[in-house]
């Protein structure tokens, strides 16, 4: 069973940047393909991004590439999301999520392929 923690959400101003961070325990995250996703007030959960087991291979929900970064530490079991240029609609609770997957370049891009998701962390941008 892989527990996974996020940290590193906040407050942040129009055009600012913050970095997600995901620790993961129980389990080795480089066994896992690994995701990111968040859910606005009253919204579903939507995908972020996400990055395969051997790191050669991310995807990234249209509205964020170019400002979101996946990246993923094997040695610390821990995966980020660096996040840019942010923009008020990316307010939301952002989720960790993990899958066990062969290794190579699968990604998933929707909920009810992860089986490990962690508590959630906000993140809110301010005009």
């Known amino acids: 069973q892989v527990q996974l923690v996020e940290s590193g959400g906040g407050l942040v101003q129009t055009g600012g940047s913050l970095k997600l961070s995901c620790a993961a325990s129980?389990?080795?995250?480089?066994?896992?393909?690994m995701g990111w996703f968040r859910q606005a007030s009253g919204k579903e959960r939507q995908f972020v991004a996400t990055?395969?087991?051997?790191?050669?291979?991310?995807n990234y929900a249209d509205s964020v590439k170019g400002r979101f970064t996946i990246s993923r530490d094997n040695t610390k079991n821990t995966v980020y999301l660096q996040m840019n240029s942010l923009k008020q609609e990316d307010t939301a609770v952002y989720y960790c999520?993990?899958?066990?997957?062969?290794?190579?370049?699968?990604?998933?891009?929707?909920?009810?392929?992860?089986?490990?998701w962690g508590q959630g962390t906000q993140v809110t941008v301010s005009s």
């Open positions: 990055i395969s087991r051997s790191a050669g291979r991310m």
């Open positions: 129980g389990g080795t995250v480089s066994n896992h393909v």
């Open positions: 999520a993990a899958t066990p997957a062969p290794f190579g370049i699968n990604i998933y891009t929707t909920p009810n392929q992860y089986n490990y």
